[in-house]
């Protein structure tokens, strides 16, 4: 998966924007205001800051030397994935909506009954 179709993803789920609040380098996605995904745009590498419940973060990271603790991040809940190692674009794919996924569960109720309707 290229920076363009990871872009093109993040944005197709639902709440989502995209925003450089750390500077021009750093590409930020957000549902309702909450980040779940981030990616430095001038790295010699592809690599995404995905959040990931700390449960399955040390099986990740066993299992794929591309998922590394989160760059800058709070390691137990982060993860920095290649996308250019050798992890398929379905599975790059499903921990984006995992990350997705975390943030949404955390908004309140009321904010989640929106993002559905939306």
Excluded at 33 to 54: R, S
Aim: charged content about 25%; some cysteine.
């Amino acid at each position: 998966m290229n920076i363009e179709s990871f872009r093109e993803y993040c944005l197709s789920k639902p709440g989502t924007e995209e925003g450089l609040p750390f500077g021009p380098d750093t590409l930020v996605f957000k549902v309702m205001g909450k980040i779940f995904a981030l990616t430095g745009m001038n790295n010699p590498e592809f690599k995404v800051n995905l959040k990931c419940d700390p449960d399955w973060v040390p099986e990740l990271r066993e299992q794929h030397p591309e998922i590394q603790p989160g760059y800058h991040m709070n390691k137990q809940h982060w993860n920095t994935v290649s996308f250019e190692g050798g992890l398929d674009n379905a599975f790059l794919r499903e921990l984006i909506d995992h990350s997705y996924d975390l943030i949404v569960k955390s908004l309140p109720k009321k904010t989640q009954e929106i993002l559905a309707n939306l």
